[in-house]
């Protein structure tokens, strides 16, 4: 009798204590899974995660929504395009631009410009661009892109590419790109927006059969947000003449008057006024 009991006891503690197993390995799967999906048992510590979690994932180098002109907004790997309808060309090119996104094994000379088969046709072609005198010009550049065989092929997606000139391509416009790789790997990131800019002064000038429109000039805005917040930009004629940095500089202030774009409104009110004045070189 008493080896029954004994027996009984200690079925009854083994069971215990798998109970208590069990309820410990759902409250650790619960608590995980809790926690990856952002939430947390405390409300204190659930608004904190949450404040946290909004910050990390936060876009500063995103323009506001274009409610004046089509708008087909396009994530990539690399970077995030506003594509227009229109004009058959981005309306903005977006993207955050880090040290190590400044190296990499990729290489353009293994990629061929290629239609965006997620925008709807009428759209830009290799054949539009046939014997125009204009090159295929990279918004978001392919040597930016080197780090990743996805996002280099993506960058010669025609939805970030427009009409640009051969002489700004090959010269202003390509020593701007390597200065903001240089100010990537100075300052461990950058934001960087550019585009084209259309005047409405006579009649616009288009290439190919789809009639992609030739800017007229172009716009790159770059934002800095290590240490001291800072930004600057540019503009650049479409045309092969020679333009100095000094005369391309503007501030954001006003390239988002010439483009009609608001420029970086995940800043902060106050640092977005500050930065959004600035046009100095020298900062830099």
């Known amino acids: 009798m008493r080896i029954f009991n004994n027996s009984l006891l200690l079925i009854l503690m083994a069971a215990v204590v798998a ?3 069990n309820r410990g390995s759902e409250a650790v799967a619960s608590t995980a899974q809790t926690e990856s999906s952002g939430f947390y048992d405390s409300r204190a510590a659930s608004a904190e ?5 909004q910050k990390t994932i ?14 087909q907004i396009l994530h990539r790997k690399g970077y995030t395009t506003s594509y227009n309808s229109k ?17 990499g ?3 353009r000379k293994n990629e061929v410009f290629s239609e965006d088969t997620d925008v709807k046709a009428p759209r830009a072609t290799n054949n539009d ?8 010009g990279h918004m978001c550049p ?17 939805t970030n590419i427009c009409p640009q000139n051969h002489g700004l391509n090959k010269y202003e416009w390509n020593d701007l790109e390597i200065q903001c790789r240089e100010w990537a790997q100075e300052y461990g990131a950058v934001d960087i927006v550019c585009g084209p800019v259309f005047t409405a002064d006579g009649e616009q000038k288009t290439i190919g059969r789809n009639h992609v429109w030739v800017p007229q000039a172009f716009f790159k805005v770059v934002l800095c947000r290590q240490g001291k917040p800072k930004a600057i930009g540019f503009v650049y004629r479409n045309e092969g003449v020679k333009q100095s940095r000094a005369e391309a500089l503007r501030s954001v202030d006003e390239i988002e008057h010439l483009t009609g774009i608001d420029f970086f409104p995940a800043l902060d009110d106050d640092v977005e006024a500050k930065v959004e004045a600035q046009a100095e070189l020298s900062a830099w």
């Open 58 to 71: 936060r876009m500063y180098e995103l323009p506001a929504p274009l409610t004046d002109r089509p708008e």
């Open 105 to 107: 094994q990729n290489q």
């Open 142 to 158: 392919a040597g930016d892109n080197k780090w990743d065989s996805q996002a280099m092929s993506e960058s010669f997606l025609f």
């Open 19 to 21: 109970c208590k197993g």
């Open 49 to 53: 995660a949450q404040k946290a979690k």
């Open 87 to 103: 004009t058959k060309t981005p309306n903005w090119v977006a993207w955050h631009l880090t040290k190590a996104h400044t190296y």
């Open 129 to 136: 661009y046939y014997n125009s005198r204009y090159d295929r």
